[in-house]
């Protein structure tokens, strides 16, 4: 379900007899963005990316989280036919691609770096992307790792930052 697929949301945030095709429409008559979950879950085919595509203004932005066939299951490991068809995917909506959305599992920890440095380099320089570090040890004194920090930030990379009471990143 995508996040503007909310039925809930009817007579709040859509008119209240929106049907759930016009959901997107309405969703980007009132937002800038939205992040796409269901890519995290589910592949999303181009013709799909295309069609939500075509519901919305050329400014709204489309913020797709990557499958966690990648981040979850493989652990960024041995994972370049998959990057491929992820990035050749979401690069259909052009300038409606916003950032990707990288959330690592929670118990990514700084020992797989390796595998987060060789995930970087498979990505070329210019995608956009940000990553969401969840494990404590890539932090140190409420900072992610200086080393890890400089080279995001020199390959571009965002960094999310979550501020939730039961969280510590």
């Not at 809930?8 to 008119?15: D, I």
């Not at 797709?64 to 998959?82: A, C, E, V």
């Not at 570090?133 to 140190?140: A, E, G, I, V």
């Amino acid at each position: 379900l995508p996040q503007w697929g909310i039925s809930e949301w009817k007579g709040v945030l859509y008119p209240e007899k929106t049907k759930a095709e016009l959901f997107l429409q309405e969703y980007a008559k009132r937002m800038d963005c939205v992040e796409v979950s269901s890519s995290f879950y589910a592949e999303v085919t181009k013709d799909k990316w295309l069609k939500w595509k075509s519901c919305v203004r050329d400014t709204f932005q489309f913020l797709p989280k990557w499958p966690k066939t990648i981040t979850h299951k493989n652990y960024l490991k041995n994972t370049t036919p998959f990057i491929k068809d992820f990035i050749d995917g979401v690069s259909v909506l052009d300038d409606n691609l916003g950032t990707t959305l990288l959330q690592l599992p929670p118990n990514f920890s700084i020992e797989y770096k390796r595998e987060l440095f060789h995930f970087l380099e498979t990505i070329p320089q210019g995608f956009p992307l940000t990553i969401e570090f969840r494990h404590t040890s890539w932090f140190k004194e409420n900072r992610l790792y200086d080393k890890l920090e400089n080279y995001l930030i020199k390959k571009e990379v965002g960094m999310v930052i979550c501020d939730t009471p039961t969280r510590q990143d």
